[in-house]
């Protein structure tokens, strides 16, 4: 995923828990997160809730991506705050569309 963003002219920083993305989010202020479900401890709804919550966080646009895809997951998901959803794996001429989309590019 992070050479296919890169390869269309992205910058990615990743982290390796809900956790530690919330706190890359405060530190970085990126200009859009793309978010599983699956994580370690934290799932990815609580850190999408979390991070639209919060004053420091809550303009970053999120854009869950998650092998649960079934309708009520993405429903969900946008009810915790992502501003889309796209099940894994995505297309790549699609998800830069819908990720140029939520940055107005």
């Not at 995923?1 to 990615?12: A, D, P, T, Y």
């Not at 401890?41 to 609580?46: I, L, R, S, V, W």
């Not at 009520?72 to 819908?98: C, F, H, M």
């Amino acid at each position: 995923m992070s050479q296919l963003l890169e390869r269309n002219g992205h910058q990615v920083m990743t982290a390796g828990s809900a956790e530690d993305g919330i706190a890359t989010c405060k530190r970085e202020k990126p200009d859009i997160v793309l978010m599983d479900i699956i994580l370690p401890g934290m799932n990815g709804f609580q850190a999408t809730r979390a991070l639209t919550r919060d004053a420091e966080t809550s303009h970053i646009p999120i854009l869950i991506i998650s092998t649960k895809g079934q309708e009520t997951d993405r429903v969900w998901g946008l009810r915790q705050g992502a501003k889309d959803y796209i099940a894994k794996p995505p297309r790549e001429s699609e998800l830069i569309t819908r990720i140029n989309a939520l940055i107005g590019h």
